[in-house]
């Protein structure tokens, strides 16, 4: 088990020791449907971008709590949500499209509450699996208490057993 900020520096090849995910997130357009985009890493020095999605609401029945996407070699990203009153929120995906044109990986993610994301990389890496210590159901994001929040949340640093992944590019 290791933590999802380690992940984020694995090679190509420790990604491929993982299994494959049996259906493929690129060609799948509901594979993320429902899941809560929570959090979101950008690292301009490495042209690296990760978002972490809570998975226990998605539609998609595969195994694991938790999603890492990990595209590399950005070349565009762009995030648009509107104003929030309350400062906790989870994004929920309710409508994705990813394709690849001219050697690029493409990602857009439309959101509820009102939010959307654009990514256009040379590489995406997805990875499923589980983050230790969480309940069955993700917390309340506007009723629950902070420390409610915390506990029952993926962070970078939570512990993280990855079961399989999905790679376009490399």
């Known amino acids: 088990m290791i933590s999802l900020s380690h992940m984020l520096t694995w090679t190509d090849e420790r990604f491929r020791s993982l299994e494959r995910i049996d259906s493929s997130p690129f060609e799948d357009e509901s594979f993320l449907q429902e899941a809560q985009f929570t959090l979101l890493q950008m690292n301009s020095s490495l042209g690296q971008l990760a978002i972490l999605f809570e998975m226990r609401q998605a539609l998609n029945v595969l195994p694991g709590n938790t999603c890492v996407l990990i595209a590399r070699g950005i070349y565009e990203f762009h995030w648009e949500a509107e104003t929030r009153l309350n400062d906790r929120v989870a994004h929920s995906v309710v409508g994705m499209k990813m394709d690849h044109q001219e050697g690029l990986f493409r990602i857009q993610l439309q959101c509820f509450p009102n939010a959307f994301l654009f990514a256009r990389s040379l590489s995406a890496t997805f990875v499923l699996g589980d983050a230790q210590g969480l309940s069955a159901a993700p917390p309340d994001y506007v009723d629950s208490s ?22 376009f590019g490399s």
Not at 151 to 159: F, K, V
């Open 146 to 167: 902070p420390e409610r929040i915390a506990r029952d949340t993926a962070g970078w640093e939570s512990r993280f057993d990855p079961h399989s992944f999905a790679q």
